[in-house]
């Protein structure tokens, strides 16, 4: 069969053997990824037979937890025909002590050829493509990067917004600790949005002055008029552990979005969270279920946005 | 035979014609001869007439280095580093004296741990001092017995890797050095400021999403020490200072007329935070990289959070390294120290995060330093007396090129370039971000109280008497010279077989391939003095 996209971007070897962040991606590239995701989609949803990596090994190696990115990842490699492989950290050598570096040579080693690796350390990808051969994906590292949440985040915006240029996006919350606010203000300012962050000052300050991003002052800068708003998770262990906000109840009465704050934006922009939420802190419960809410559509992007990068990779 | 020799080799005899010789203890810079006579800098009309004659005109000869902050890891961190390997090093580094900090597997707390590691180094190739421990252990708790240390011959106190958390505990310290007129050398850190944090705060940690070190951790520790020296009457010495605000905080203490000193490592002078993601341009270069446009460019997967890169404290903002160049050219900063931080591969070829902290410096120092003199950024002999004279003043030693003084020196090419390579360096780590790039300076020959305990390239066109007499005459010397002994005792009977003094030169015996590759294949198997081996033949010439 044809590869998918091969009419979005003629031909083209896809120049990445690894994917560790949106930044090394053009808008060109970019944009193949979303196109190729959607066509994915509607094979999928057709129930053809994708075996772009008939014979290859995917194995996921998550050093934290996760079920959304882990399920879709694995949905993604079975959906195009791949072998999986899911290293279970508790269980594995690396509960023994055993490094990074050696945990994936020995996958490489057992015939895996592309690595999803989650893991808590900012930059434990670009260690891990540099030190083995198998092609890696970045499915979250530390408090750095989360690309392909950033393009099933484009993804849904696109298609619920059109082109993103010229579009304003508002993202709230721990910005500073979010790897997905870094990955979405790469792609989002790449497509042509101009992003606003919003949330306690320590967590946005270290963005000001990056290229198309906007720090706002004041929760009601960042809605004011904004296409769609992107609410990021607060991590309930960090309550007050950084001295940023006093309690969550300080800052859900601050920085909380409820649907009387949402009105400030467009009518009917959309809202986003990347997940799991914690209802009742940074959105209420029926924002969450509002119309405006593109959560569910976001957890559905999640496997053809996989499959896209999965079989790009794989070309 | 190896290219290093030793403190405890025969003191050295030769002439050393023609070098650029740079001497900021007598405000020197001029091109003349050096001799040296049995260990001693000597007026060349007492040298004797057959002493060997060492060709260094267009190398820059300067007091021997001296190194105010070395982790040699011995005992118990032998895989790093043992204080053989790491006097190596320094020897290649051009560094005559390093100062072994106590962060070793047991720390030195007690005068017999420090006379343990001052015999180990009796025959090493780098004249070794001891900075001991500050508290039992280094555990920030018990302040060790200073006056019993001072005895045993140490330079300083210090936690290093941490700072003396307690204000009381390094109040109780200080007041115990007052009298003995040691440093107490504080790594100015607040531990909870800086906690979790692995880089130095700024764009590129937001960009790196790695949590950032502020500038208050080591600002606020400055400045309770300087309050602190201010009151006993001691002296502190930071140590590897990075930020413009601490080394303001010195400077106004300084103008105070307390007791402070400092010293900042090469990588904090050349290196920014920068590097942590792939960046690697010198400071007083372009600016670029992250902190110039956090979206500038990709990261580069081959560079970026490169554990070498992890130091602590963490590489500074251009600014800062700005600031603190500055504060080496002003004299506010005393010294230049490696913080030579050898670790195995194990605890570096990790995620950033996990990765120990530190990088390897002893054989890149001087050569960082040149970087910065190329540049403009920094005076030669400026950069001679803050990596020589004026931390060896700091430590009781003296470093001079007048005749009469000990012959403690070191000599370098400072135009030509090397390639750091993992494999040529003489620390057992390799450690650094360095690695592969092209630095300027290379050392030729040390010297170190007399003796000589490192040479190499050395072109044997540069060296005169005796080479063709010592092989023809001499096997031993085709075997290489094993021993600084027989080294001597071949001078020795050259002398008295009436060698001729004549200029000789050196050739192939068996091809007729350049000087320069005579040099190359020899100098690290052939004899002491020409460098020459047993493939290669010397002869006499009139030339």
Redesign the interface.
């Given at each position: 069969m044809s590869w998918p996209g091969a009419d979005a971007q003629a031909a083209g070897v896809w120049p990445h053997r690894?994917l560790?962040?949106v930044?090394?991606l053009t808008l060109a590239e970019l944009e193949q990824c979303l196109d190729v995701a959607v066509e994915m989609r509607e094979r999928r949803t057709r129930r053809e037979a994708l075996d772009l990596l008939r014979g290859e090994v995917v194995g996921l190696a998550f050093h934290e937890p996760s079920t959304r990115t882990r399920v879709s990842f694995e949905l993604a490699a079975k959906a195009l025909g791949a072998e999986v492989v899911d290293l279970r950290i508790e269980a594995s050598s690396v509960s023994k002590g055993e490094?990074?570096?050696d945990t994936l040579r020995t996958l490489e080693q057992t015939g895996v050829s592309t690595i999803v690796l989650r893991?808590p350390?900012?930059?434990?990808p670009?260690?891990a493509?540099?030190?083995c051969g198998a092609r890696i994906v970045n499915a979250g590292?530390?408090?750095?990067?989360h690309p392909t949440q950033a393009l099933v985040d484009a993804l849904t915006l696109r298609e619920a917004l059109g082109p993103l240029e010229g579009k304003k996006i508002a993202i709230v919350g721990d910005i500073?600790h979010s790897?997905v606010a870094?990955s979405n203000m790469?792609s989002l300012?790449a497509l042509g949005a101009s992003v606003w962050l919003a949330g306690p000052r320590a967590w946005v300050a270290?963005?000001a002055?990056?290229?198309?991003v906007t720090v706002a002052d004041r929760l009601e800068d960042a809605l004011v008029d904004a296409d769609a708003v992107m609410a990021l998770r607060i991590q309930l262990e960090r309550e007050a552990g950084d001295g940023a906000v006093a309690s969550l109840r300080e800052y859900t009465a601050e920085w909380g979005l409820d649907e009387a704050r949402m009105s400030r934006a467009r009518p009917g922009a959309p809202l986003l969270h990347p997940g799991p939420t914690n209802e009742g802190v940074e959105i209420t419960a029926e924002l969450a279920a509002s119309k405006r809410s593109l959560i569910g559509t976001q957890v559905a992007n999640g496997v053809p946005i996989r499959m896209a990068v999965l079989s790009l990779l794989a070309r | 035979m190896s290219i290093f020799g030793s403190i405890s080799d025969p003191a050295a005899t030769f002439l050393l014609t023609g070098a650029r010789v740079v001497d900021p203890s007598a405000g020197e810079d001029r091109v003349r001869d050096l001799a040296v006579v049995d260990g001693l800098l000597a007026d060349p009309a007492a040298l004797p007439a057959d002493a060997p004659r060492i060709d260094a005109s267009g190398f820059v000869a300067t007091p021997g280095l001296c190194d105010l902050h070395t982790h040699l890891r011995e005992p118990g961190l032998e895989r790093a580093e043992t204080i053989a390997s790491g006097t190596r090093a320094a020897a290649r580094g051009g560094f005559t004296t390093v100062c072994a900090m106590p962060n070793t597997d047991p720390p030195p707390d007690d005068s017999e741990s420090v006379r343990w590691i001052l015999d180990r180094a009796g025959g090493a190739a780098s004249r070794v001092r001891v900075v001991a421990a500050a508290t039992q252990g280094r555990g920030g708790e018990q302040p060790t017995n200073v006056v019993e240390l001072a005895a045993s011959g140490i330079v300083g106190v210090s936690d290093d890797g941490a700072a003396i958390g307690s204000g009381a505990v390094a109040r109780e310290l200080l007041a115990g050095l007052a009298s003995l007129g040691l440093p107490l050398i504080e790594h100015a850190e607040d531990a909870r400021t800086a906690q979790g944090s692995v880089m130095r705060a700024?764009?590129t940690?937001?960009?790196?999403?790695?949590a950032?070190w502020p500038e208050s951790a080591e600002l606020s520790m400055v400045e309770r020490d300087i309050a602190l020296a201010e009151e006993t009457g001691a002296w502190v010495h930071f140590t590897h200072l990075s930020t413009a605000g601490a080394l303001e905080a010195i400077r106004r203490a300084k103008r105070r007329g307390i007791r402070v000193t400092c010293d900042v490592t090469p990588h904090h002078l050349a290196l920014t935070d920068d590097w942590v993601a792939g960046w690697r341009g010198f400071a007083w270069e372009e600016p670029g990289g992250v902190a110039a446009?956090?979206?500038g460019?990709?990261?580069d997967?081959?560079l970026?959070?490169d554990?070498a890169c992890r130091v602590n404290p963490p590489l500074a903002s251009r600014g800062d390294a700005m600031a603190l160049l500055a504060g080496v050219a002003d004299g506010t900063i005393d010294a230049i120290a490696t913080d030579h931080a050898p670790h195995p591969r194990?605890r570096k070829?990790?995620?950033?995060?996990?990765a120990a902290p530190g990088m390897i410096g002893l054989e890149t120092a001087l050569s960082l330093g040149l970087a910065a003199v190329e540049s403009g950024s920094l005076e030669l002999v400026r950069l001679i007396e803050a990596l020589s004279t004026k931390p060896a003043s700091l430590i009781g030693e003296t470093r001079s090129l007048a005749a009469g003084s000990v012959a403690d020196l070191v000599v370098f090419d400072a135009g030509a370039r090397w390639r750091l390579g993992a494999s040529g360096l003489a620390s057992t780590s390799s450690n650094t971000p360095l690695l592969g790039m092209e630095l300027p300076g290379v050392v030729r020959m040390t010297v170190a109280g007399g003796r000589i305990t490192y040479r190499d390239g050395l072109d044997a066109r540069r060296l005169s008497p005796g080479c063709g007499t010592m092989r023809t005459a001499h096997p031993a010397a085709s075997d290489g010279c094993r021993s600084a002994r027989t080294r001597n005792s071949i001078r020795m009977r050259d002398q008295a077989s009436g060698a001729s003094s004549g200029r000789r030169s050196c050739s192939p015996a068996s091809s007729s391939s350049s000087l320069s590759a005579c040099s190359a294949s020899t100098g690290r198997s052939g004899c002491w003095w020409c460098f020459s081996s047993s493939t290669w033949s010397c002869s006499s010439s009139s030339a």
């Open positions: 690894h560790l962040d930044d090394q490094s990074l570096v893991h350390m900012s930059g434990a670009y260690l493509a540099r030190s590292d530390g408090t750095h990067a500073g790897r870094r790469h300012t270290g963005f002055g990056w290229p198309g | 700024g764009p940690a937001t960009r790196l999403g790695l950032g446009d956090p979206f460019a990709p990261l997967a081959a970026a959070y554990p194990e070829g990790v995620e950033f995060g996990a």
